[in-house]
């Protein structure tokens, strides 16, 4: 079964505007961890965000932040102000389980959204 | 120079040759792993390893050989390589002991090409 599901494959989005890339996943461990990776055209995978199944608050990093509904099983991506930069490959990924616990070291991904910024 | 280094970044071979992508880190970190990308499918888990004794199968390991030579080096083989075998591979680490997520760290890629 699909643990990860993004199901935007690609978006066109006008520079400046924000967009949010949805991703939903699956899981019965009460403990887990959600990801968001991007790859530009160069190919290297790049972390952008973290968020625990615990954290209170939804996690921020600068022009990223992520949007949590955990009842809804989602964890979509927000980039607010998008730059020509931010044209990529987004992955969304998640770790199951308590960290740390042996057998949990290792992320799940989605297939990606490819973003692309209109200028 | 980067932390988490993969040779080659390229290489085209033959149906039925056998290929090593090597991978080597300076973090110091203890879980190592191999992701091969194919576009449409997103990135999937060939092979982990905990520390050097431990090597474990991820989803999509038939055809494939890691070896865990030391801590900072795990190289993944194609004993035969076939033209489905075409793909982006990723290794990649993380640290559990002192991290509080799980982040993995991913080297620049290999792009391998079987013809």
């Known amino acids: 079964a699909q643990k990860i599901t993004q199901t935007q494959p690609g978006m066109f989005v006008q520079e400046k505007e924000a967009v949010t890339l949805d991703c939903t996943y699956d899981?019965?461990?009460?403990?887990?961890?959600l990801f968001w990776y991007k790859q530009p055209s160069s190919g290297e995978m790049i972390f952008l965000i973290y968020q625990g199944s615990y954290d209170q608050q939804n996690a921020t990093e600068g022009r990223y932040s992520l949007n949590f509904q955990k009842a809804r099983k989602s964890a979509n991506l927000v980039i607010s102000a998008s730059q020509l930069g931010d044209s990529a490959m987004y992955f969304c990924?998640?770790?199951?389980?308590?960290?740390?616990?042996?057998?949990?070291?290792?992320?799940?991904f989605g297939t990606g959204t490819r973003l692309t910024i209109i200028p | 120079d980067a932390d988490v280094t993969q040779t080659p970044r390229n290489r085209i071979t033959k149906t039925g040759k056998r290929i090593m992508l090597e991978c080597s880190q300076t973090k110091g970190h203890d879980r190592m792993y191999w992701y091969r990308q194919d576009p449409g499918l997103g990135l999937r888990l060939i092979y982990y390893s905990f520390d050097v004794k431990d090597i474990n199968k991820g989803e999509i390991s038939d055809g494939y050989s890691v070896s865990r030579q030391a801590q900072a080096k795990f190289s993944l083989s194609l004993e035969s390589a076939i033209p489905n075998q075409t793909a982006l591979y990723f290794c990649a680490t993380s640290d559990w002991d002192r991290s509080n997520t799980g982040e993995l760290f991913f080297g620049e890629g290999s792009r391998l090409t079987v013809l």
């Open positions: 990924a998640m770790r199951d389980g308590i960290i740390s616990n042996f057998g949990n070291e290792k992320l799940t």
């Open positions: 899981t019965s461990d009460p403990s887990y961890g």
